[in-house]
């Protein structure tokens, strides 16, 4: 294949790529569907309204659980991202011109969805003189002004570690800031060349300045060692990152980096024990945790370990379902 699907040449990487086989799953990755009231009353709303969420877009393995707890995740911004990195199904190229009404499309869905808690996320845009900064902070304002009642965890880029981006983003006040970080300093730069591991750091280390609880992620089996996940965790502790979550690296097609190594859910267990015992406040593992997974109980862990009080508009999130894709839920089920 010369041609990427979206009709341009394949860049060297993704020929490179191309080489490799797409890996077969192993057993422990395949997830169970589970349909509940709650879900299939969402999924034909969503079909009915012609509402958009990366959820169903994505093909998440988690839409059961989560559309069911009445949580979802809308990506913003459009569909092409300025940046390429080598894990990730999101198209690169010139973006489309800022929609300047998607703040109040996206509030709308959540309205329309019922939503207790919504993820926001996006693609970077350099090519705007912001970045995006106005955009992800009007959504947020946007979903709080129609949505009182929903929590919202903005998803964002690095903004090139801008202060002046970080701070108008905690303006809009999210329940979560977060970035993410997805893999260690050795392979860093060769998996997301736009991006800068110590720039990730520093910006968790403003937004947690700022007041803000703060999320990260990180994504095994792209080629880093057990030590070197532990050192990166660490590091995120040390930078004021509040939340995380562990997730195992799927390929989105042949164009993608080829995995590594498939992680057995005990590794995604004692990850688990380690990161809480370095202090992170919450904390999800497991082969097909996502950064966004039960996104409102990890919120909600957090204010309460800060000793911050819920407020009582959004008390309905402390009480979430299930958490079917952590590793400790997988390995009981099969034991």
Known sequence: MTLAPEGRKLLRVEQR?????????????????????????????????GLHTVCEEAGCPNIFECWEDKEATFLIGGSECTRRCDFCQIDTGKPSPVDVFEPTKVA??????????????????????????WLYAETVRKIHELNPGTGVELLI???????????????SQPEVFAHNVETVPRIFKRIRPAFRYDRSLDVITQGRALGMVTKSNLILGMGETREEISAALQDLHDAGCDLIT???????????????????????????????EIGFLGVMSGPLVRSSYRAGRLWATAMRKKGREIPAHLAHIESSGSTRQEASSLLAAHA
Not at 29 to 44: D, H, S, T, Y
Not at 264 to 272: G, H, I, M, N, S
Request: hydrophobic residues 35%; negative net charge.
């Open 17 to 49: 790529n191309s080489a490799v086989p797409v890996e077969r799953k192993p057993e422990w990755i395949k997830a169970k569907v589970q349909m509940g009231p709650e879900f299939v009353q969402l999924k034909n709303l969503v079909k009915k309204e």
């Open 108 to 133: 709308r869905s959540v309205q329309a969805m019922a939503l207790r808690y919504a993820t926001v996320t996006g693609v970077a845009r350099d090519d705007l003189a912001d970045e995006g900064v």
């Open 157 to 171: 880029p690095d903004f090139s570690g801008k202060p002046e981006h970080i701070q108008a983003i905690c303006d």
């Open 246 to 276: 562990i997730t195992q690296y799927l390929r989105p097609s042949e164009r993608h980096l080829p995995v590594d190594r498939w992680v057995k859910p005990q590794e995604f267990v004692d990850l688990q024990h380690e990161a809480d």
